[in-house]
């Protein structure tokens, strides 16, 4: 009798060993889908480029932005995040990497760098990111918003020469992540040619002129 009750012990404690050790090492939780963003394309080089160093400084990002989680926002205006969905890396990082390869891209400036380099730079871009969300309203796909504040400054006599609005407002095709993620990709490249264009203006300026120049004209934010 005892021999068989110690038989039957053993086996509950082997049946419950188990079962800890397969939720243990089993998870029921859904693997995140990693999403890239990509930067502009190489241009063809119609002209030589600046003989100057460009720094590109990671970008300051509002409240709930600074993650790698996708952000969006509900008509109530509460800030969310996409589930099981993510950027490669937190969002600065991501933005700072597609600034620099397009800019590198663009075949303008002799060097373009990440505010690690080790190297002298004539001027730096600063980005603050106000807005970078999935906008939804009464339902349906949503508008993916992108809302970036950059600020060149003169490294010589360290002053910010100036500062311009780059945004887009780019509606997603259907509410599937893949589309966001498409809408999101197309809005930021939207705003990046600004950037870069009006970084691009204000260096070809400043090569022919040592005064200071005025400030360009900014690119109005998304309308509401």
Known sequence: MKS???RVTAALLLSLLAGCTGSLLTSKEIAPQTYRLTPLSA???HAAPFDSLLLVVRPNAAPGLDTERIALLH???RLDYYAASQWGAALPDVLQDVVVES???T???RSVQRDLANF???FVLQLDVRGFQAEYEDGGAPRVRVDLI??????SDRRSVFTFAAGALEPAESNTMSAVAAAFDKALQSATRTVLANTIDYMDRAANQPTPLPQPSTQKPPSQ
């Open 4 to 6: 068989t009750i110690k």
């Open 43 to 45: 241009e063809p080089k």
């Open 120 to 122: 002298r730079s004539d």
């Open 75 to 77: 008509p109530d205006r």
């Open 103 to 105: 800019m590198q891209n």
């Open 107 to 109: 075949g303008r400036v």
């Open 150 to 155: 950059a600020t060149i400054g003169r490294v």
